[in-house]
C-alpha cells in the first residue's frame, strides 16, 4: 500500500466545506510510549475497522500492521518539521472521514496528555462526526516505570506532576516553578530544550542534590538514560548525548531505580560466592 503523504491542500478545504456524503466517524486512539505490546485490546479493535489511519512520528510502525486494509498517512512532526500544521490535519480528518467512512487519528501516549486529542475531536464534532477517544498508556507513566522508576511511593513521593516543557507560546511552563517549591515527583515532558531553566528553578529552591533522571527513546530498543543530580544532570545529559525525544523525572523516586540495581548486585554476588565456596 502506498503512503499518501501530501494529499492536495485545495481538495481537503473542499470537504471539509461540503454537505455530508457519508457517515464519517473519528477515533482518537493512543498508541502508548513505543513499545508495540503497549497497545491496547480496543486500539487493535479501532485499528482493525480503520479505512485511514493519521499517525504521528511518536507511533511505533509496527502498529499498523492493525490495519492492512486502511489508507495510511503520516502527519506527525520531527524536530519542528512539519509535514502537516494542526488546521490541515483537522481538515484532513474531516475529508478523509467524508470521503472514505472511519478514520483513527493514531496519537503517541495517551491523546488526551499534551496530545491536543481533544482539540481534534472538537473539530471533528463541530463538523457532523461521530468521535471517540481509546485512552493509551502515557508516557509520563510508563517511560519512568521501564526504568523501575515510579513516580510515587511510599514515604517517598505522595503525588506527582506532569507538565509540558514547551506551552504554546513556545515558552516554559510556569508550573515547573511551582513544583520545585513541592516534595512532589515532577515529571517534565517536551522539556529538553528548556533544561538550563528547568534546573535553574529547582537550584533557587535549593534542591541541588535533588535525583533526577532524563530517558529519551522511553520503551523502544533506542532507549537512552542520563541519571545524576540537579546540579549535574547537564554535564550527565553531554556525556550520554541525549536529546529529544526525552522525558524528565526529577524526586526522590528516582533513586529507587539506583536501590534495585545495588540489591540485584547484592544477590549476585552473594551466588557467586556460594559457588565459589562449594
Known amino acids: 500500500m502506498q503512503f499518501n503523504k501530501q494529499p492536495n491542500q485545495k481538495t481537503i478545504a473542499a470537504a471539509v466545506n461540503t454537505p455530508f456524503q457519508t457517515g464519517g ?24 475497522s480503520a479505512d485511514v489511519v493519521l ?7 509496527e502498529l499498523l500492521k492493525y490495519a492492512p486494509k486502511a489508507e495510511r498517512i503520516f502527519v506527525g512532526k520531527i524536530k519542528g518539521c512539519y509535514t502537516y500544521q494542526q488546521d ?19 496519537k503517541g501516549g495517551d491523546p488526551f496528555v499534551f496530545g491536543r486529542g481533544a482539540e481534534e475531536m472538537e473539530f471533528a464534532a463541530f463538523h457532523g462526526l461521530e468521535t471517540a477517544m481509546v485512552p493509551g ?14 513516580v510515587t511511593k511510599r514515604g517517598a513521593s505522595e503525588s506527582f506532576w ?5 506551552t504554546k507560546q513556545h515558552k516554559l511552563s510556569g508550573d515547573v516553578a511551582l513544583a520545585a517549591k513541592s516534595n512532589a515527583t515532577v515529571v517534565i515532558l517536551m ?7 528547568i534546573v535553574s528553578f529547582f537550584k533557587k529552591e535549593g534542591k541541588d542534590e535533588t535525583a533526577i533522571a532524563i530517558i529519551q527513546n522511553g520503551t523502544w530498543k ?37 536501590k534495585l540495581i545495588e540489591i540485584k548486585k547484592r544477590y549476585v554476588d552473594s551466588k557467586e560466592l556460594k559457588v565459589l565456596s562449594e
Not at 498508556?137 to 515510579?150: D, G
Not at 506532569?162 to 514547551?166: F, M
Open 191 to 197: 522539556g529538553m530544550s528548556k533544561l538550563p531553566e
Open 25 to 48: 466517524r473519528l477515533t482518537v486512539v493512543g498508541a502508548g510510549p513505543g513499545d508495540p505490546e503497549l497497545i491496547t485490546v480496543k486500539a487493535i479493535n479501532a485499528l482493525q
Open 88 to 106: 490541515q490535519i483537522n481538515e484532513l480528518i474531516v475529508s478523509r472521514a467524508k470521503s472514505h467512512g472511519h478514520v483513527v487519528r493514531l
Open 55 to 61: 499517525y504521528d512520528a511518536l507511533v511505533n510502525e
Open 222 to 258: 533506542e532507549e537512552k538514560i542520563a541519571v545524576g543530580t540537579i546540579s549535574n544532570i547537564e554535564d550527565e545529559v553531554k556525556k550520554n548525548r541525549l536529546s529529544n525525544p526525552a522525558i524528565i523525572i526529577i524526586g526522590e523516586v528516582v533513586g529507587h531505580r539506583q
Open 137 to 150: 498508556i502515557s508516557s509520563s507513566l510508563s517511560v519512568p516505570a521501564y526504568q523501575n522508576i515510579p
Open 162 to 166: 506532569v507538565i509540558t516543557g514547551t
